[in-house]
């Protein structure tokens, strides 16, 4: 494996692990907005904000560290990427400023009307930065976005059948991994009848997301051949990995069973990551840069790793001991 | 491509507007790193103080920093966030080469933040929940990762006004690179420390103000007195090592990049014993216009050893495309003027209160003109933080890669209209998260100051307000 090589896999974690926590953020921003009235969405909401309000800096980070991972280790896959996908990025950049702001402000904010304008914007902005950051992932996997300043169209790089599906697929994956997560959160609340809200909420979720992910193969074959010609082979146990997770979840979850059902809601997110990383090996931008060829200084490219070790050893213990305390109860809001 | 104009010798139509963005986003984000870097130090010394002596005071003043810390932190995250999806979306020309030379740094840096925001929940959601003393050592890593992040960010920064740390083949591609000498450039040792003791300067000035605000509306107990004392003395030390700081950072200006200081100085042509101008600009004929000169001045400041017969570098030294424009340069020397007059005029404010420390005569609640002129003491702070940038930032023009890379060259290809709008909607976007972020802050401080109320635990919570009808189908409202 070559050092450009390991800098990719380091960059498809950093997705993951920003898919995983970031995501799940912006899902508790979808299961907000959709909670109802105040009163009704009144337990619900008090739920998603004491289990994202400690952690959702940190899992913020995530996204910061792709960005830079590719700007470090890929700077001709970045510059391409940011200025072709000019539009949806810009956008979920200003979304990812609203999200944070909105949350924040609604935090520390008292009154009614305050609190609903606020959390009304956390909760858009959480639906649609995802749905933007999704479609570009779209436009890149389907080979739209060539090598080059701005080289791609400016519109139709991710305004598309792939671009639209990716991103309707990103919603629709943070709302199915945040409302697993949130499941657990309720039982260890011990508050039943939450915990039945979120698990409808869950299997309707898990339902849509699998099958917009299979609508997804259908669209990648008519709009990506590259990507699903080796969906379909190279990339098939990833598939294969997340379908299985995803069914394992909704069955669990109609039973009534919490545990294990975030490890393996987990699995079915990362799985489709992977599926996709493998798919459009060994390209950064299918058909027209390859990794080796986006790959920075080779020394460059060793600090990289070396400076994500230093990050592992370093933050590593650091977040285990704030998700610990979060997860423990610890670090909850005082009632 | 627009190959066209760059033939005919223009800037692309994407420049400007590029330019905009980028200065208003950071010249917002750093209005909350001096809060993101001081504020945790701040939070930290009234616990320990607090805890150390057992004082109420010191420990409510520490709870209440760190709730408004965690506001400010949270805006700086996305401010910060913003800056780095810009570096694509506007400078692609400057990333797509040198991200790799520079991109290291901003690793480091997002490690110190990732571990920023990490010990900051901790300690956020701390309180009371961990056991005063491992509460307050959750929170020591704060203001050291602060600070390691800042060294990285103003070392990326620095790395634009003295490049190195690699070669250029005859190719003009970027090859060997260095990544430690790229992080410790030759101006990362002026830069850093300036921009370090600029953030005590104005997050000291710019807490204190509160307090002093305070004290003038007649609330003279002991939690306004600490929650002044404190701050305004960390910032009023800070100001006279930022004298010499300053001083020397201005040397190496003289020495590393002459077109920069031609321009703070307004100095048009090369020779010794150069007149400090005071105000003043270039007029369309290029010559100085206006102001006051002191003569010899500059030259004596720029090299003391060799007094008026310094000889410092004028603006027509060097081609006009290798120089800042006329209305650069005179954005740039006001803006050092005004960055020279408010760090002194703070200068003053510092040894005021030296005076009254040392005299101890008065009561600070009696001096109501000293606790005047310490309210709008932030304000001149953060005016000659802006302006230092500025000066920074506009004098290295046309370069962002000092003699290696014009700014455009560097600028995205993506159509002018659409920067022009996404210009707009951050305009837009900026003034309502500024709206929004003093709105908050002071609903914190009117509800500290009210009677028992504490900040709602539960979003929408019925108990703060008359309730929705249960049949709402709208969540939020209209967003």
Same mark, same amino acid.
């Given at each position: 494996?070559?050092?450009?090589d390991?800098?990719?896999?380091l960059l498809?974690v950093g997705?993951t692990?920003?898919a995983l926590?970031g ?15 105040a ?6 909401r008090?739920?998603?904000?004491r ?5 959702w800096?940190a899992n ?16 001709p896959?970045?510059a ?12 979920a ?6 999200r944070?702001?909105?949350f924040?402000?609604?935090k520390?904010s008292v009154g009614?009307?305050t ?10 902005s ?5 749905f ?5 992932l779209?436009?890149?996997?389907s ?12 519109v139709?790089?991710w305004?598309n059948p792939?671009?639209?599906m990716v991103g309707?697929l990103?919603v ?10 949130l499941?657990?959160?309720?039982h ?11 698990r ?6 898990g339902?849509?997301?699998?099958a917009l992910?299979?609508a997804g193969i259908?669209?990648l ?5 590259y990507?699903y ?5 190279e ?5 294969l990995v ?6 394992a979840?909704l ?9 294990g059902?975030?490890?393996l809601g987990a699995g079915?997110?990362?799985a489709?990551?992977?599926a996709?990383?493998?798919a459009?090996?060994p390209?950064m931008?299918?058909?027209t840069?390859t990794?080796?060829q986006a790959?920075?200084d080779?020394?460059?490219l060793t600090?990289v790793?070396?400076?994500f070790?230093?990050?592992?050893v370093?933050?590593?213990?650091s977040?285990?001991?704030l ?7 610890r670090l909850e809001?005082?009632? | 491509m627009?190959?066209?104009t760059?033939l ?5 139509a994407?420049l400007t507007?590029?330019?905009?963005q980028?200065g ?11 809060l ?12 320990y103080?607090?805890?150390?002596r057992n ?5 409510r003043?520490?709870?209440?920093w760190s709730?408004v810390?965690?506001?400010t ?7 910060g966030?913003?800056?780095?999806f810009e570096?694509?979306?506007l400078w692609?020309?400057l990333f797509?080469?040198f ?5 290291i740094?901003f690793?480091?840096e997002?490690?110190?933040?990732f571990l920023?925001?990490i010990?900051i929940s901790i300690?956020l959601?701390?309180w009371?929940?961990?056991s005063? /003393?491992?509460h307050?050592?959750s $929170?020591?890593? *704060?203001p050291l990762? %602060? ?5 990285m &960010?103003?070392s @990326?920064?620095? /790395?634009?006004?003295?490049?190195? $740390?690699?070669? *250029?083949?005859?190719? %003009?591609n970027?090859?060997d690179v260095? &990544?430690w000498? @790229?992080?410790?450039n ?12 600029a953030a005590?300067?104005c997050?000291g000035?710019?807490? @204190?103000?509160?307090y002093a605000v ?10 306004h007195?600490l929650g002044?004392l404190l701050p ?14 300053g001083?020397?950072?201005?040397r190496?200006?003289f020495?590393?990049?002459?077109i920069k ?7 048009t042509t090369t020779g010794?014993?150069?007149p ?7 007029d369309?004929d ?5 102001g006051f ?11 003391p050893s060799?007094?008026t017969?310094?000889?410092?570098t ?5 081609p ?14 006001l ?9 002194t005029a703070?200068?003053?404010l510092?040894?005021?209160f030296?005076?009254?420390w040392?005299?101890?005569r008065?009561r600070?609640?009696?001096m109501r003109?000293?606790?005047r002129?310490?309210?709008i003491?932030?304000?001149a ?6 302006s230092?940038?500025i ?6 023009q046309p370069w962002?890669v000092?003699e290696?890379?014009?700014t455009?060259d560097?600028v995205?290809?993506?159509?002018p209209?659409?920067v022009?709008?996404s210009?707009?909607?951050?305009i837009?976007?900026?003034?309502a998260l ?8 002071r609903?914190?401080t ?10 709602a635990?539960?979003?929408y ?10 049949d709402?189908p709208?969540?939020g409202g209209a967003?």
């Amino acid at each position: 494996m070559s050092a450009a090589d390991a800098c990719a896999v380091l960059l498809w974690v950093g997705v993951t692990l920003y898919a995983l926590f970031g995501g799940a953020d912006f899902g508790a921003g979808f299961w907000d907005l959709t909670a109802g009235g105040a009163e009704r969405g009144e337990r619900p909401r008090a739920l998603i904000d004491r289990a994202i309000a400690p952690v959702w800096e940190a899992n913020h980070v995530w996204l910061i560290f792709c960005l830079v991972v590719l700007w470090t280790a890929f700077p001709p896959a970045y510059a391409s990427i940011l200025s072709t996908l000019f539009i949806p990025l810009t956008l979920a950049a200003l979304g990812i400023v609203l999200r944070g702001a909105g949350f924040a402000f609604r935090k520390v904010s008292v009154g009614l009307g305050t609190r609903r304008a606020y959390g009304a914007i956390f909760a858009v902005s959480s639906v649609l930065t995802p749905f933007f950051l999704g479609a570009a992932l779209g436009g890149i996997a389907s080979g739209r976005v060539p090598e080059g300043n701005a080289a791609g169209d400016a519109v139709t790089s991710w305004a598309n059948p792939s671009g639209i599906m990716v991103g309707a697929l990103a919603v629709a994956a943070c709302a199915y991994v945040a409302c697993v997560y949130l499941i657990g959160d309720a039982h260890r609340a011990g508050d039943a009848e939450l915990e039945g809200y979120f698990r409808r909420r869950a299997l309707a979720a898990g339902l849509v997301t699998g099958a917009l992910a299979l609508a997804g193969i259908l669209v990648l074959r008519e709009d990506a051949s590259y990507v699903y010609g080796r969906l379909i082979r190279e990339a098939l146990p990833f598939v294969l990995v997340s379908a299985v997770c995803g069914i394992a979840v909704l069955a669990l979850v109609a039973r009534g069973r919490p545990r294990g059902t975030r490890l393996l809601g987990a699995g079915a997110v990362a799985a489709v990551i992977w599926a996709w990383g493998v798919a459009q090996w060994p390209y950064m931008l299918p058909e027209t840069l390859t990794v080796e060829q986006a790959a920075g200084d080779g020394g460059t490219l060793t600090w990289v790793l070396v400076v994500f070790g230093i990050a592992v050893v370093l933050v590593v213990p650091s977040l285990v001991l704030l998700l610990r305390l979060d997860q423990g109860g610890r670090l909850e809001e005082e009632s | 491509m627009n190959s066209l104009t760059m033939l005919a010798g223009d800037a692309p139509a994407a420049l400007t507007p590029a330019r905009m963005q980028m200065g208003l986003t950071l010249g917002v984000h750093i209005i909350l790193v001096p809060l993101g870097v001081v504020f945790p130090l701040m939070m930290l010394l009234a616990n320990y103080l607090g805890l150390r002596r057992n004082d109420a005071d010191y420990m409510r003043l520490a709870e209440r920093w760190s709730k408004v810390a965690a506001v400010t932190f949270a805006v700086g995250a996305v401010t910060g966030t913003v800056l780095s999806f810009e570096m694509g979306l506007l400078w692609p020309g400057l990333f797509a080469r040198f991200g790799d030379v520079i991109g290291i740094a901003f690793a480091l840096e997002g490690i110190f933040f990732f571990l920023e925001a990490i010990f900051i929940s901790i300690y956020l959601f701390g309180w009371r929940r961990l056991s005063p /003393w491992a509460h307050f050592w959750s $929170g020591v890593p *704060i203001p050291l990762v %602060g600070l390691l992040g800042a060294l990285m &960010v103003v070392s @990326a920064n620095s /790395w634009m006004n003295q490049p190195g $740390g690699f070669s *250029i083949d005859s190719a %003009g591609n970027v090859t060997d690179v260095d &990544v430690w000498s @790229a992080i410790f450039n030759d101006a990362v040792a002026y830069e850093f420390p300036h921009m370090y003791v600029a953030a005590f300067i104005c997050a000291g000035f710019l807490v @204190a103000s509160v307090y002093a605000v305070g004290m003038l509306r007649g609330r003279h107990d002991r939690h306004h007195r600490l929650g002044f004392l404190l701050p305004f003395t960390l910032a009023a030390i800070a100001v006279p090592i930022q004298l010499f700081i300053g001083d020397f950072a201005a040397r190496s200006v003289f020495q590393d990049q002459p077109i920069k200081f031609a321009a703070m100085e307004l100095n048009t042509t090369t020779g010794p014993d150069k007149p400090e101008i005071l105000l003043g600009h270039l007029d369309e004929d290029h010559e100085v216009s206006g102001g006051f000169a002191i003569p010899g001045l500059a030259s004596i400041l720029s090299d003391p050893s060799t007094g008026t017969s310094t000889v410092v570098t004028g603006l027509e030294s060097v081609p006009p495309d290798e120089r800042p424009s006329r209305g650069a340069v005179n954005t740039v020397h006001l803006a050092w003027d005004i960055m020279v007059g408010m760090g002194t005029a703070l200068a003053g404010l510092s040894l005021w209160f030296a005076v009254v420390w040392w005299r101890r005569r008065h009561r600070l609640a009696e001096m109501r003109w000293f606790l005047r002129a310490a309210v709008i003491a932030p304000i001149a702070a953060y005016m000659a933080l802006e302006s230092g940038w500025i000066v920074t930032e506009v004098g290295r023009q046309p370069w962002v890669v000092y003699e290696i890379l014009k700014t455009q060259d560097a600028v995205t290809d993506a159509a002018p209209g659409l920067v022009w709008a996404s210009l707009t909607a951050v305009i837009v976007l900026y003034t309502a998260l500024a709206v929004g972020t003093v709105l908050v802050i002071r609903g914190m401080t009117r509800r500290w100051r009210g009677p028992g109320l504490d900040d709602a635990a539960i979003p929408y919570g019925p108990r703060e307000g008359p309730a929705q009808r249960p049949d709402t189908p709208d969540p939020g409202g209209a967003p």
